[in-house]
């Protein structure tokens, strides 16, 4: 009589066992069932993030990767909408920062597949373009200006994933799946304007310039053009015999220097360095504008100048 009740309890524990799994594997199924995962646009390749002025063919231009939970088959199509930051404004000047607007909806049944089997492509957008379906003129485009372009991917279900929806597992380097990227607008580089070049100096303390050793160390600034002429330029230090054409001022001096019409091609502009952290000075063009504004500590090397202020 036990074995027979000891064989019923066993037969009744294994159905309830078995039971309870079957519906905990339905739960399961429903959770896995109702489970809804987004997509990512992955940067393959940035080519181009820098737009020059002046030129028709300069352009923001990226490689992305798309993937979802099935490979692309659920992503329908993706918006590139762009916006302009004016980051240019002179004083008292208008802002002419834009909303976004949207540029263009790529669908993604027209892109190829890359290596890994997922949709890729390179979207490409030239200044002109950018400038046309954004509410400002050429004119209103300078130096320091910045566009933004951002993807969204829109689902076959009406689902839409962007920027705001990202992680920072998303933007980091695995994924790297930011969703806006920044097209900076620069000058080209240009041969040095022709005429007389200006350099206002300064020294906080007072006593000269001092750039490479503590009683002063030769020029502060050398300026060397592409057909070999060299200036060498620096405030008059009192502590040591300068060993070049210094210019007399303690605190303050304007020096000049020439670039020849037609014959310079390009101007390298050499700071040697600020000893004391004292030393400041600005470059001014023969235009009267100033490409170059140097602080005191500034540490040594080449000086980039700012063409698009010239």
Do not use: H
């Given at each position: 009589?036990k074995?027979?009740k ?9 159905l309830i066992v078995l039971?309870?799994?079957e519906?905990?594997d ?6 896995v069932?109702?489970?809804t995962?987004g997509?990512?646009?992955?940067t ?12 028709a063919?300069s352009?923001?231009?990226v490689e992305l ?8 088959a659920l ?8 916006a302009?930051?004016?980051n240019s404004?002179?004083?008292g000047g208008t802002?002419l920062s ?5 540029a263009e909806t790529?669908?993604v ?10 949709p890729r ?6 200044l002109?373009e ?7 003129a050429?004119?209103?485009v ?5 566009f933004?372009?951002r993807f969204e991917?829109v ?7 962007s920027?705001?929806?990202?992680s920072g597992?998303?933007t980091?380097?695995y994924?790297?799946?930011?969703f ?7 000058c ?5 304007t ?8 300064q020294d ?7 750039p490479t050793?503590s009683?002063g160390g ?7 053009l592409?057909?070999?002429?060299v200036?060498?330029?620096g ?10 054409d210094c210019t ?6 304007t ?6 019409a037609?014959?310079?091609?390009a ?7 600020d000893?004391?952290?004292?030393m ?6 023969p235009?009267g504008?100033?490409?170059a504004d140097?602080a005191a ?10 063409f698009c202020k010239?």
């Amino acid at each position: 009589m036990k074995n027979i009740k000891l064989l019923y309890s066993l037969v009744l524990t294994s159905l309830i066992v078995l039971v309870s799994c079957e519906e905990g594997d339905k739960v399961f199924d429903q959770i896995v069932e109702q489970e809804t995962r987004g997509a990512i646009l992955r940067t393959i390749n940035v080519i181009s993030s820098e737009i020059p002025i002046g030129s028709a063919d300069s352009n923001f231009s990226v490689e992305l990767e798309l993937q979802d939970q099935e490979s692309g088959a659920l992503s329908q199509s993706v918006e590139v909408w762009v916006a302009f930051a004016d980051n240019s404004i002179a004083a008292g000047g208008t802002d002419l920062s834009t909303a976004e607007v949207l540029a263009e909806t790529l669908d993604v049944a027209s892109m190829s597949i890359g290596e890994f089997g997922l949709p890729r492509f390179t979207y490409t957008i030239t200044l002109p373009e950018l400038i046309s379906v954004l509410p400002i003129a050429d004119s209103d485009v300078d130096g320091s200006d910045q566009f933004t372009v951002r993807f969204e991917i829109v689902m076959a279900d009406g689902r839409r994933y962007s920027a705001a929806d990202n992680s920072g597992t998303l933007t980091g380097s695995y994924f790297s799946s930011p969703f806006a990227y920044a097209a900076v607008v620069v000058c080209p580089p240009k041969p040095p304007t022709a005429g007389t070049w200006t350099v206002e100096m300064q020294d906080s303390y007072g006593d000269g310039w001092q750039p490479t050793t503590s009683g002063g160390g030769g020029p502060g600034l050398v300026v060397t053009l592409s057909d070999g002429t060299v200036y060498e330029i620096g405030l008059c230090t009192p502590y040591e015999a300068p060993g070049y054409d210094c210019t007399d001022g303690a605190s303050a001096g304007t020096a000049t220097f020439d670039v020849p019409a037609g014959l310079t091609e390009a101007a390298v502009f050499d700071f040697r360095g600020d000893f004391w952290g004292e030393m400041s000075f600005q470059l001014i063009t023969p235009n009267g504008n100033t490409v170059a504004d140097i602080a005191a500590g500034t540490a040594a090397g080449e000086i980039a100048i700012d063409f698009c202020k010239d």
